[in-house]
């Protein structure tokens, strides 16, 4: 049976946020997490990505939790796990690059991970600054701290400490 009115529409993600509005979103996973997580919601969550027509999710939660739903409901993903464990350099170096790549084609991307977080706002802020986009890593911090209402820890810091040697290593 076909789902009709206004559910067909799905529910917003929790924590739903614009980095770059209308091409770059976060949100936290899609059901929540832990206790939290509702496959019924997963399901609403994820039928309100496909609607709102994002071309692709990236997933950076360390497990392969929701990625058989992105396939089933036939919305493009990639999964990217970042981990406490991660040598970020190396992680930050082919995730930015890709994320870029992946904006310049002019896809509508999601990020996420298990809870809108240090990890996920830090990367964001993070990305740009190492994209140019924003000068410096206080403007960065400041301005995804404004977008997503969290303000950013030591951990999120890091990944702005990262972004910013790697962009200034490409800059020779």
């Not at 049976?1 to 946020?17: C, S």
């Not at 002019?106 to 190492?130: N, S, Y």
């Not at 410096?136 to 209402?149: D, K, Q, R, Y």
């Given at each position: 049976?076909?789902?009709?009115?206004?559910?067909?529409?799905?529910?917003?993600?929790?924590?739903?946020?614009w980095i770059i509005k209308g091409q770059?979103?976060?949100?936290?996973?899609?059901?929540?997490?832990?206790?939290?997580?509702?496959?019924?919601?997963?399901?609403?969550?994820?039928?309100?990505?496909?609607?709102?027509?994002?071309?692709?999710?990236?997933?950076?939660?360390?497990?392969?939790?929701?990625?058989?739903?992105?396939?089933?409901?036939?919305?493009?993903?990639?999964?990217?796990?970042?981990?406490?464990?991660?040598e970020l350099p190396e992680r930050l170096?082919?995730?930015?690059?890709?994320?870029?790549?992946?904006?310049?084609?002019?896809?509508?991307?999601?990020?996420?991970?298990?809870?809108?977080?240090?990890?996920?706002?830090?990367?964001?802020?993070?990305?740009?600054?190492?994209?140019?986009?924003?000068?410096?890593?206080?403007?960065?911090?400041?301005?995804?701290?404004?977008?997503?209402?969290?303000?950013?820890?030591?951990?999120?810091?890091?990944?702005?400490?990262?972004?910013?040697?790697?962009?200034?290593?490409?800059?020779?």
């Open positions: 049976m076909a789902v009709k009115g206004k559910w067909a529409q799905g529910i917003t993600p929790r924590n739903f946020t770059l979103a976060v949100c936290e996973r899609p059901g929540g997490y832990g206790e939290n997580h509702r496959k019924v919601r997963r399901q609403e969550e994820i039928i309100w990505i496909r609607e709102q027509a994002f071309t692709c999710v990236v997933s950076l939660i360390p497990s392969e939790h929701n990625l058989h739903n992105y396939a089933e409901y036939e919305i493009p993903f990639v999964h990217r796990p970042l981990s406490v464990h991660d170096g082919d995730l930015y690059p890709e994320l870029k790549g992946l904006l310049a084609n002019g896809d509508k991307v999601l990020v996420h991970q298990d809870e809108l977080g240090d990890r996920v706002c830090g990367f964001m802020a993070g990305f740009l600054l190492w994209d140019g986009l924003v000068p410096t890593g206080p403007e960065a911090i400041s301005i995804v701290e404004h977008l997503t209402s969290r303000q950013l820890g030591p951990v999120g810091r890091e990944y702005v400490a990262v972004a910013i040697a790697l962009r200034d290593r490409a800059n020779g």
